[in-house]
């Protein structure tokens, strides 16, 4: 920073990450700070994630995964004891002792964690919340001068993306213009578009994933009765939870809480690789590293070991093995193997997986493997022609739906290319995509990488915008880690 008095500091995003960093900048911060953020939500702590209002859209993971300060794991725990949700959301208690609070409480706690941070009271640092979008921004003699869509003009020393998610868009062959169509939801957390689905409708969910999971729990939440296809390119499905830290059973009794080690998700995240992956060599192929996981695996079943243990192990090391691996096996595994890591890492919540396994049973939800190839208008909804993976091999069909809903993957690339900010700082040189193409070049600290290569300490990104860069950026756990490492001086 330049040495003001009072050094500004400007974060574009106010959802997890963008909140994230300004508790993390006020608690490390060794001098009082002005800390801006933009955000066009009225509640900071939103974002893509944490917006919905459903309450059957339930975090995927306990309580101790999900907290806005990664020194203190259980600090959303005691929130929600302190708010008393254990006794006025019951469901959300899982059998295993592990809670699955809603979204909506989340977003609910991460503004009031902000809010406790935001006026002086922890070191003099003042949080500002400005209610736009980010639409331009340039690095001037004195730092940086960016402009906002309602005209606004504010000026910082240092300049942290917190972009978040992009925008959730329909996959090809669906054109522009079916974004509009009454029988087309592009966007599956689209609750109140949702609910007006007629409840006799048949619906195409495209996507297999756990916002597919989440537009399910909403249609059958409020008691959909006609026919649901999911419908992905391989078919694949979420796995459940695995098992959670046995103190969970315990987390409520006097004095518990009390007794843990706060910084138990920074030291899992800090443990050095293990060794059944350091085994893959100081330069891994992905084919390596998925040899070591299956072999360890094999192991640990014969121990009466789940294979979530070892998947935990690389998932939690990735950030650091994913720098080792060159630029062609990192393609290698977005094009290849993202999508099985993905249903192994990104968990069902139990609560909709009962409902989900349910619908299944009876025969009113299907799940098939195939892709759109081509759509038509079919009166008031859709006809689509598809290929589609049987037991006989790969099939077409035309296949009539009321309404089709799009949960398809984040393209994390397409989703910068939309972004007024950030098209400005690419076209200044400022940033550029990292050479996987799935988000920001950015070095170890999250310093933006420019045209030439260089880094910028004074222009940061932080999030799933970094995805090429470290590999799994994705998560509360892993986002709130990271932030909390890389924070800047």
Same mark, same amino acid.
């Given at each position: 920073m330049n040495g003001a008095v009072r050094p500004r500091v400007l974060i574009v995003g106010g959802g997890y990450t963008g909140v994230?960093?300004?508790?993390?900048?006020?608690?490390?911060?060794?001098?009082?700070?002005?800390?801006?953020? %933009?955000?066009?939500?009225?509640?900071?702590?939103?974002?893509?994630?944490?917006?919905?209002?459903?309450?059957?859209?339930?975090?995927? #993971?306990?309580?101790?995964?999900?907290?806005?300060?990664?020194?203190?794991?259980?600090?959303?725990?005691?929130?929600?004891?302190?708010?008393?949700?254990?006794?006025?959301?019951?469901? #959300?208690?899982?059998?295993?002792?592990?809670?699955?609070?809603?979204?909506?409480?989340?977003?609910?706690?991460?503004?009031?964690?902000?809010? #406790?941070?935001?006026?002086?009271?922890?070191?003099?640092?003042? %949080?500002?919340?400005?209610?736009?979008?980010?639409?331009?921004?340039?690095?001037?003699?004195?730092?940086?001068?960016?402009?906002?869509?309602?005209?606004?003009?504010?000026?910082?020393?240092?300049?942290?993306?917190?972009?978040?998610?992009?925008?959730?868009?329909?996959?090809?062959?669906?054109?522009?213009?079916?974004?509009?169509?009454?029988?087309?939801?592009?966007?599956g957390l689209d609750t109140q578009r949702l609910k007006r689905i007629p409840r006799d409708a048949r619906v195409l969910v495209l996507g297999g994933g756990l916002t597919a999971r989440d537009a399910l729990a909403t249609l059958l939440g409020q008691g959909h009765a006609g026919p649901l296809v999911v419908m992905s390119r391989r078919g694949l499905m979420p796995k459940p939870q695995g098992p959670v830290l046995p103190v969970l059973a315990q987390i409520d009794s006097p004095g518990v809480l009390d007794q843990l080690p706060g910084a138990v998700l920074m030291d899992r995240l800090a443990n050095p690789v293990p060794e059944f992956l350091q085994a893959a060599g100081p330069t891994p192929t992905v084919r390596a590293l998925l040899r070591a996981l299956r072999q360890r695996i094999r192991q640990v079943s014969a121990q009466g070991v789940g294979w979530t243990v070892p998947f935990a192990e690389l998932r939690d090391a990735l950030w650091q093995l994913w720098p080792r691996l060159p630029l062609a096996q990192k393609q290698r595994f977005f094009q290849r193997l993202r999508v099985w890591y993905d249903v192994h890492r990104f968990r069902s919540v139990p609560q909709t997986d009962s409902a989900v396994q349910k619908a299944f049973a009876s025969g009113q939800l299907q799940f098939w493997a195939g892709q759109v190839l081509a759509v038509s208008a079919s009166g008031t909804g859709v006809l689509l022609s598809l290929s589609r993976q049987g037991e006989g091999g790969r099939h077409s069909s035309a296949e009539a739906f009321d309404v089709v809903v799009n949960c398809t993957g984040l393209d994390t690339a397409a989703g910068l290319a939309e972004n007024p900010l950030l098209q400005a700082l690419s076209t200044q040189g400022h940033v550029r995509l990292d050479d996987a193409r799935m988000g920001l070049a950015v070095d170890a600290q999250c310093c933006a990488l420019n045209a030439q290569g260089q880094s910028q300490a004074d222009l940061r990104v932080l999030g799933p915008a970094t995805l090429g860069t470290f590999g799994d950026p994705i998560g509360a756990m892993f986002i709130g880690g990271h932030v909390a490492r890389t924070v800047p001086d």
């Open positions: 994230c960093l300004a508790v993390q900048l006020v608690r490390q911060s060794t001098q009082p700070l002005d800390i801006t953020l %933009i955000e066009p939500r009225a509640q900071l702590g939103q974002g893509m994630a944490y917006s919905t209002t459903d309450p059957d859209h339930r975090l995927n #993971a306990p309580t101790y995964v999900h907290t806005v300060i990664p020194q203190d794991a259980w600090h959303f725990t005691r929130w929600c004891q302190a708010q008393g949700l254990n006794q006025t959301d019951p469901h #959300a208690l899982h059998a295993d002792g592990a809670r699955y609070m809603r979204r909506s409480d989340f977003a609910r706690y991460l503004a009031q964690t902000l809010e #406790a941070h935001a006026h002086g009271a922890v070191n003099g640092c003042q %949080i500002t919340h400005v209610q736009d979008v980010a639409v331009y921004a340039q690095r001037t003699a004195t730092g940086w001068h960016l402009r906002t869509r309602a005209g606004q003009v504010i000026q910082a020393d240092m300049l942290l993306l917190a972009t978040g998610n992009p925008p959730l868009r329909l996959p090809a062959p669906f054109a522009v213009n079916w974004r509009d169509h009454p029988a087309v939801i592009e966007n």
